[in-house]
Each structure stands twice: as C-alpha cells, then as structure tokens.
C-alpha cells in the first residue's frame, strides 16, 4: 500500500456576519456558557460551591494521583526523544528554510513570561521554604524540619515541581501545534494536533469538544496564576504603604481583591488590543529586564555561595532521583496521621497540584510558545522551551529561596520570613534585608516587586485572551476578535474574583485540578499523535511524498505568516 500525502484540510465552521463573524459558534458560545454559569456559581453560592469543588477534588485525587504523574512522566520521555531523535530533532516547525521571526531574547522573554514568570515571584521563596519544613523525608523521619539535613530534600522537591516536568506539559502542546499548523497548514488550534488519530473527524463535534475543554482549562490554569498573583499584588501594595486591602491573617480583603484585579485585567486587556508583536513583546521584555535586576540583587546581596551551592548540588540531587520521583506514587492506608496517608496527602497538595497546574497551563502556553517559535528546528524548541527555562526557575529557586533559608537557619531573620503569608515571603525577605540600611530602600524594592509582579500577571492574562480567541476564532486570530477580547478580560477577571470569594485560593486549586483532568487525555493524545506523524513523515521522505503543505499539489494551507 503507497504512502499518501499528510491531510493539509480541516475545514472548521465559522459565521459568516454577526457578532461572531469568523468564529466557531458552537466552541465560543458553549465555552462562555461554562465559564458564565461556573462564575454565577460562585458569586451566588460560594459556600455550596467551595464544598461541592472540594468533594470533586477529593475523589480526584484518590483516583486520579497515579495518572497525573505518570502521565507527566510520559511527556518528559517524548520531548527528549523527539530532541534525540534525528528524523524529529531536524525538523523545522515551518517552511522548509524558513527563519524565525523573534530573536532568542524576545523569545525567550515571551516564553518564560507567560509560561511562569509570575509563579517565580511567590514561589521562589515560598516554596522552598514549604519544603524546608515539611517533605516526605521529614514525614518520614529521614531528615529534620527546618534543620540543615533537610535543606537538599527541600531543594530536590522544589526543582521537581519547577523542572522538566512542567516544561514538558508545555512543550509537548507547543511542538504538536506548531507542526500541524506551520508544516501541515491546518488551523492552529488544539484539534488540529489530533488529525494523525481522527482525521477529518475533526472538522465537527468532536473537535469542537476538544477545543471547548482547551479554552476552559486554559482559563482556569490562568485563574490559577492569577489567584496567586492577586494575593502578592496586593501583599505589595501594602507592603508600600496603601492600606486597606488586606486581612490580618495575610489574605487579601474583597476590596483588595476588586482592586487588583481591575488594574491587573484593565491593563491586560488593552495589552491584548495591540497584539503579540506590540504590547506582549514589549511587556516580556520589560519584565525580563526587571526579573534580571531582582534576581541579580539576590545572587549579590543575598546568601551568594549558600545558593551557588543550593544550585549545583540541587541539579546533581534531582537528577539522581527524577526516574525514581518520576514514577513513584505514595499510597494511603485511609488511616488519618498515619505516615501512608500524610505522604499521600502531602503529594496530592504538591506534585499533583503542579502537574493539574501545568496541564491545564499548557493549552495556553504551548498555542502562545507556537505563535513565537515558527522557524526553529524541534530540537531547538525542546532545549529553549524545556531545559533553558528549567535552569532559569533553578536559578531563581537557589538564590531567592536560598537566601530566605540561609536567613532562617542561621537564625537572623527569627521567622520574619517563615511566618509570612506565601504571597508576603519575599516582600518580607527584602524588607529585612534592606530595612536596617535604609527603609527606603525597603520601599523602593517593593516598588520594583510590584512593578514586575504586574507586568508578569498582565503578559499572562493578555496572552491567555489573545489564546482563548485564536482557539474559538478556529486556530485564527486578527481585528475581528476585538470585541471578544474584553468579553475574556472580564470573564477571566470574574472567575479569579468568583472562585477566591468562594474559598480563596484553594478554591481556584480545585477547580483547576478538576478541570485539568480531561485536558490531560487530550495531550496524551498529542504525543501519540505527534510520534505518528513524524515517523509517517519519514516514510513519506524516503518514498519522495511531500509532507509540507507548501509542496503538495492543491494544498493551500491555513494561510498564516510568520508573523499572524
């Protein structure tokens, strides 16, 4: 049996005039009615809606937990052996020939902006600090919280949740776009990387189901890191002087949370109106720049070779233990206290979280790493979307969290930092440094904090509109979508708002986690995908059948340039 040329058509129905000229009626319609009802929901109910979330949650996490970390695992494995693999590795995610339209550092800037930025501002300090106290050796009597035996645990957790693994989930849905779209020409969005397995079954409801779960994971993944990002914003806020805004117990107050997010997705969205080239670009570089000069305060100022040390001995550490962390599952006895139900517990608060996070994340993050990396080689691709960035959160995680560790083992900082609400950690970590030169200088950073905490969560929110509208738009997205853009900039703010009233950030957790689970099928899917095609590809190269749609008779592709 010959070998036929790739399929370069998925014709997707969109209207014709009206308000949703040039949109999928039933993917956009049916994606803000979830939205919509899940955003009623909780403003009206929050009470019966938080009990209900976590019920879900819980049953998810039972049954669920094994899944979530295999199938990260599973990711892993297929980025970096479609690196290796010359037949992949070679292949560029685009014309034959063709270049890419950003520089490595706006590349990289846009990518690590939207992709995590705004998680390195409450994590860097937090987490390692949540893992210096308590972790599965601590659970398990190996090694002592808040002791110095404890600080490479804490470090080996820290770098699992932030490494390859959460790279991966991106990756894998950035390089499925890419090619499909940029070598197949089919509409970039999520369907179209599912065409090896159902074919031209895509064009109707089952790929209209697909990209409807896309859109509402994506929203509730930027919820997610929005939810966090409000509680430091207005941490910030406080911390230079405007009052108001925040509970005694750290959390933020209804008013601040309406505060922060109206300037946050007031500013997003008319970031979103300009488009990736203008605003997004701009904002990414802006952030970088300030990202650069925090963390460069920090690798100075801070606990310099404590983190030189945290760095180094914390790759060697985690990459020892990665295949053996990749696959491990804790198992509960049912038993509440006993050692089996904490370190079940303990991994469905930490690595399940974070794998439900950045699934969900992924649809958004891997459509936006798709946008900007048309041109570069798949091999390019996984070592700048997964390892570079990898390093660059290692970085973060050993100076910043290093510091504050150093600061708390020593005995200087008397649990300023450890007692401070997540959000507050690092805001708090500065103010001790800097408050005993001058308190100025205290304010100045938490300006600079500020500054940068904003312009990460507007980068995040205008690129998951921008994101939203491509995959409602049918894999399209120019001035016609305009008026959709302040539909999700409110719609995105509303469910932030809705989810935090009705049981702060736990809330937004469950629902992501929820709503992570049936995305995570789809990029399984993916990778099976993907691995077909490029295997058929070879056999298509070897025959002398074109598989780009530029050399195929009659194909004419989704029409996009390098720069749509």
């Known amino acids: 049996m010959s070998i036929q040329p790739p399929l370069t058509e998925l014709p997707i129905k969109t209207a014709d005039s009206g308000f949703y000229r040039g949109f999928s009626v039933n993917v956009a319609v049916i994606s803000k009615i979830i939205i919509s009802m899940l955003v009623v929901w909780c403003i009206v109910w929050p009470t019966e809606a938080g009990t209900i979330l976590g ?13 979530y970390i295999w199938v990260v695992t599973f990711f892993v494995i297929v980025c970096l052996g479609l690196a290796i693999w010359p037949t992949a590795g070679n292949l560029n995610l685009g014309q034959p020939g063709e270049k890419p339209e950003f520089s490595n550092f706006s590349w990289f800037s846009m990518m690590f902006g939207a992709g995590i930025g705004v998680g390195m501002l409450t994590w860097a300090v937090a987490e390692p600090v949540a893992h210096f106290k308590n972790n599965p050796s601590v659970i398990q009597g190996a090694t002592t919280a808040l002791g110095e035996d404890n600080v490479r645990e804490a470090y080996v957790w820290s770098f699992l949740h932030w490494g390859l ?44 189901l697909i990209d409807i779960v896309a859109v509402v994971a994506t929203i509730l993944g930027v919820a997610q890191t929005l939810g966090f990002g409000v509680e430091q914003f207005v941490a910030g806020l406080t911390r230079i002087g405007i009052g108001g805004l925040m509970e005694e117990g750290g959390s933020a107050t209804t008013l601040g949370i309406i505060v922060a997010l109206l300037v946050i997705m007031g500013a997003s969205t008319l970031s979103a109106l300009s488009g990736v080239g203008k605003g997004i670009k701009w904002l990414s570089n802006i952030n970088m720049v300030l990202s650069i000069f925090l963390l460069g305060f ?41 050692e089996a139900f904490l370190l079940a517990q303990w991994q469905g608060w930490w690595p399940v979280f974070y794998w439900a996070w950045w699934i969900a994340f992924a649809p958004f993050v891997g459509l936006f790493l798709a946008r900007i990396s048309r041109g570069r080689t798949i091999r390019e691709f996984v070592l700048g979307a997964m390892i570079v960035p990898s390093l660059m959160c290692f970085v973060w995680f050993s100076w910043a969290g290093g510091t504050a560790i150093d600061l708390e083992l020593n005995g200087e900082a008397n649990g300023v930092i450890l007692d401070a609400a997540n959000g507050d950690k690092i805001f708090a970590m500065t103010e001790f440094m800097l408050a005993p030169i001058a308190q100025f200088l205290a304010w100045a950073m ?18 998951a509109v921008l994101i939203v509208n491509t995959i409602n738009a049918a894999g399209d997205e120019g001035p016609k979508a305009r008026p959709h853009i302040l539909f999700w900039g409110s719609a995105l703010g509303l469910v932030v708002a809705g989810l935090l009233i ?33 295997y058929n590809d070879g056999r298509r190269e070897a025959a002398g059948v074109p598989a780009v749609h530029s050399e195929i008779p009659g194909a004419t592709g989704n029409g996009l340039s390098p720069a749509e």
């Not at 019920?55 to 899944?67: M, Y």
């Not at 992570?516 to 490029?534: D, E, G, Q, Y």
């Open 55 to 67: 019920d879900w949650n819980s049953v998810i996490l039972e049954n669920f937990a094994a899944w």
């Open 165 to 208: 693994g959460a790279w991966a989930c991106y990756a894998i849905a950035g390089l499925a776009l890419a090619f499909f779209s940029y070598r197949r020409g089919l509409p970039l969005t999520i369907r179209s990387s599912l065409t090896p397995l159902f074919g031209a079954k895509l064009s109707g409801f089952l790929g209209n």
């Open 298 to 338: 920090f690798i100075l100022f801070g606990a310099t070779f404590f983190g030189a040390a945290a760095f180094f001995v914390g790759i060697w550490d985690y990459l020892i233990a990665l295949p053996w962390l990749s696959f491990n599952v804790y198992a509960s006895d049912g038993v509440e206290g006993s």
């Open 446 to 463: 938490a300006v600079v904090i500020v500054v940068l905490l904003m312009t990460f969560l507007v980068t995040s929110a205008d690129s």
């Open 502 to 534: 009705s049981g702060g950030t736990g809330a937004i957790q469950t629902a992501m986690v929820i709503g992570a689970l049936p995305f995570s099928i789809v990029m399984a899917l993916m990778c099976i995908a993907l691995i077909k095609a490029i």
